[in-house]
């Protein structure tokens, strides 16, 4: 029988540790090698010269909280605004769905959007709501199915552009993707990307539906009159 001494001898502990750095650098190659083919996949979908964006009926702005902790403007929020002006404005899409977060009465990322959007110029005949566009599977997914946007252009940075049409192209959804500026700094959100496809991935090949899909609620057809000319307001709060 082994004695327990076999199992702190340093041969056992450095055949140990050597099984332990192969492991987690295999997992770190995996990470790595799912987030670059996911970005390969879906490269030709995805735009940020915004004169080389092809017409969408809708655009689909992915939500995020509007604050950082201690009330700091959350930059990624604030650029996606900027992004889904500039598509709106140069009518490369008719109209916008706003989707996010509705956990909690205080917490309504979709709300904000709307409210932020209006007071830069975009008529709010021209915005709808999704309040349960809880993860980027369901805003996707919602989307198509639920506000019958079959063709539309996703809004969001780069790295969560390409995972969110990684997931549309799954589903065989019609939709392509105008990047929004990446904020200097804020390394750690890329570095969650990496897990966050892993988790994409599995919801995928688990089949995971969308929390909520309920009723249909088609968005209007592609507008049929002009869109007002608009003034950029640099006042987002």
């Not at 702190?8 to 650098?25: A, D, E, M, N, W």
């Not at 930059?75 to 909690?104: C, P």
């Not at 969560?160 to 904020?183: G, Q, S």
């Amino acid at each position: 029988m082994t004695s327990i001494f076999t199992f702190f001898s340093p041969q056992y502990l450095k055949r140990l540790v050597r099984y332990l750095l192969i492991g987690v650098s295999s997992f770190i190659v995996l990470l790595i090698l799912i987030d670059q083919a996911i970005s390969f996949y879906v490269r030709q979908h995805i735009y940020t010269d915004v004169n080389e964006l092809p017409y969408r009926p809708y655009g689909v702005v992915l939500g995020t909280s509007k604050y950082f902790d201690k009330n700091t403007l959350n930059l990624f929020y604030h650029n996606r605004l900027l992004a889904a002006y500039e598509v709106f404005a140069t009518r490369k899409i008719d109209y916008l769905l706003l989707s996010g977060d509705n956990r909690t009465s205080q917490y309504n990322e979709p709300r904000s959007m709307f409210k932020d959007l209006r007071k830069m110029g975009i008529p709010q005949e021209f915005m709808y709501m999704d309040f349960a566009g809880f993860r980027t599977l369901d805003s996707v997914i919602r989307a198509e199915q639920v506000f019958k946007a079959h063709s539309f252009t996703i809004i969001t940075q780069k790295f969560h552009c390409e995972r969110a049409l990684f997931i549309a192209k799954y589903y065989d959804i019609d939709a392509i993707c105008f990047v929004a500026e990446y904020p200097h700094g804020h390394y750690f959100v890329r570095f969650r990307e990496f897990f966050a496809r892993i988790l994409a991935i599995l919801d995928l090949l688990m089949e995971k539906e969308p929390h909520f899909l309920g009723t249909p609620e088609p968005l209007p057809p592609p507008a049929s009159v002009p869109i007002a000319e608009l003034e950029l307001s640099n006042h987002l709060i």
